[in-house]
C-alpha cells in the first residue's frame, strides 16, 4: 500500500535540517521527531563547545577525529566509534583535537531550539 507522502515523513535528505553554528568553529545539523533530535556535528580544529548543562538525555557517538570530553569531572580523549552518555543535568563540554572532528549526537526529549 502506498501512503501519500510517505518518503517524506520517512526520510531525511542531506539537505534538510535546521543549521547553526553553536560556539566559534562549531556547527550544527538537527532534526527532530516526535521525541528527539537527532544532529551531525562538526568541529574545526581546536574548537570547543563550552561547558553548560541541559534537561535533555545526551548520547552520541564520534564519526571522524577526535574529541576530549568532560563530562562531570572526568576527560577522556574519544576516538571514531566511540561513545557517549550525558543524563540530563549533568555539565560537560568538547573539544576538538589535532584536527577537524565529526559526531552524531542524539537528545532526547527535542532540542526545540536547535529545529
Known amino acids: ?18 543549521r547553526r553554528e553553536l560556539f566559534p568553529g562549531v556547527s550544527i545539523r ?13 568541529f574545526e580544529p581546536e574548537s570547543r563547545v563550552e561547558k553548560h548543562s541541559h534537561p535533555h538525555e545526551q548520547m ?20 571514531p566509534g566511540d561513545g557517549w552518555r550525558i ?3 549533568v555539565e560537560h563540554s568538547v573539544t576538538a583535537v589535532g584536527g577537524p572532528a565529526v ?12 529545529l
Open 60 to 79: 552520541g557517538v564520534l564519526v571522524s577525529g577526535r574529541l576530549e570530553f568532560q563530562i562531570g569531572k572526568i576527560v577522556k580523549t574519544l576516538e
Open 87 to 89: 543524563p540530563g543535568g
Open 103 to 114: 559526531a552524531f549526537d542524539v537528545f532526547h526529549p527535542n532540542r526545540q531550539e536547535y
Open 1 to 18: 500500500m502506498n501512503e501519500p507522502n510517505a518518503a517524506s515523513s520517512y526520510f531525511v535528505d542531506k539537505d534538510s535540517g535546521a
Open 30 to 42: 538537527a532534526f527532530g521527531g516526535e521525541s528527539m533530535t537527532v544532529s551531525v556535528v562538526t
